[in-house]
């Protein structure tokens, strides 16, 4: 099996193929998406921002009063290993891609969150996926709304992706890559896995946290070390989908896609993708994970 097919699996602590049967029918981030997860990637064979990513998992299993199984010393310890396992099955020697998620675990059916036994946890691994060949094209859903926050707040990194999942099946039948969700009072929030950032004059706008949208680690580290560093003002605020019309460029940011150029929200095209902004802090981006790589050789793996 070539390396971009094969999927190196760690449930509770057992290595398997992740196509492997591995949770038991009655585990609740089955039944229910009861669950918690994180996603990093590695950089020059670094752990790319591990502490800033487990944060953030600790905030959304406190959010769900879900305990996490291991710590973040033991994580790393299983990450090692998990990514040792996936080399020597692959041969492969690039970057990776790394998955974790936590489940409140199993129990009788029925939502009452005491009736799980305890929780517990899978590590996926596999090689990083390469950046889009292309500049991305986005579509707003016409019917669906980003989840309000005072229901399922898109803050909490669930297993519960349908809100996302329905936009990105919306989007693809309508010859977009991507959704871009409107919150309910109709201001731009976020892409279906990616933060927004456009290109207005000086500039970089981008949603407020406050307006309903996950907040990308990616999207934090580019607004307040790289962009600045890099000699461009950041601005958040709430942004209404017509206001699109007066930027010059606009990119998706996350784990996976890094700095993304979008060529296209709905009928609104930028011709020349990526634009002198986007090369730009593509660029700067590259700088700060490879600065980042070398400071961190603990989290190599």
Known sequence: MPPAAYIQANSNGRLHPADAPAIAPLNRGYLYGDAVYEVWRTHHGVLFAFAEHWTRLERSAAALHLQLPLTSAQVREQVARTAAAFRAHTGEAGDLYVRLQVTRGAG?????????????????????????A??????????LRRNPAACLDPAWKT????????????????GADDALFLNLAGHLTELSAASLILVEGARLVTPRLEDGL?????????LTHVAPAAGFQVEERSIFPAEVER?????ALSTTKNVTPVAAIDAWEWTDTPGPVSRRLQAAWEDFVRAYAAQHPELRV
């Open 108 to 132: 009788p059916i029925g939502l009452a969150p005491g009736l799980a036994d305890q929780s517990d946890w899978t590590l996926l691994v596999q090689q990083a996926p390469k950046p889009p």
């Open 134 to 143: 292309r500049s991305l094209r986005l579509a707003i859903p016409l019917t």
């Open 159 to 174: 297993g519960n992706y349908l809100n996302n999942l329905l936009g990105v099946g919306e989007a693809r039948r309508r």
């Open 214 to 222: 996950l907040a990308g680690i990616t999207r934090a580290l580019l």
């Open 247 to 251: 930027c010059s460029e606009a990119m």
